[in-house]
Nanobody
Framework: QVQLVESGGGLVQPGGSLRLSCAAS????????MGWYRQAPGKQRELVAT???????HYADSVKGRFTISRDKDKNTVYLQMNSLKPEDTAVYYC????????????????WGQGTQVTVSS
């Protein structure tokens, strides 16, 4: 019943910026946390950034100082502002949400977006 819809991926030049968006919709009761993961070809999926309902944020060391995660609570949407992009940032980026839905019963689960390609190249 819950769906995550991403937007904002694409091609960007090194040193450029890109903003990803992820909106959660459906029978949502509450959202504990939302975040972003990425997976480059031949590499393991890694955590990029998270934003909790309490307002705390966490970043991977590789993106600290360059990426910023934010959340619009009323819209159930999380954003990832990516600045000073490098070729090594090229990957498929996945939105993730830890949430509780309600369809007759409460259901705590983790939901994933479909993934969006980010390519940093000249």
């Amino acid at each position: 019943q819950v769906q995550l819809v991403e937007s904002g991926g694409g091609l960007v030049q090194p040193g450029g910026s890109l903003r990803l968006s992820c909106a959660a919709s459906g029978s949502i009761f509450s959202i504990n946390a939302m975040g972003w993961y990425r997976q480059a070809p031949g590499k393991q999926r890694e955590l990029v950034a998270t934003f909790t309902s309490g307002g705390s944020t966490h970043y991977a060391d590789s993106v600290k100082g360059r990426f910023t995660i934010s959340r619009d609570k009323d819209k159930n949407t999380v954003y990832l502002q990516m600045n000073s992009l490098k070729p090594e940032d090229t990957a498929v980026y996945y939105c993730n949400a830890d949430l509780t839905s309600y369809s007759g019963r409460y259901y705590r689960s983790t939901s994933w977006g479909q993934g969006t390609q980010v390519t940093v190249s000249s």
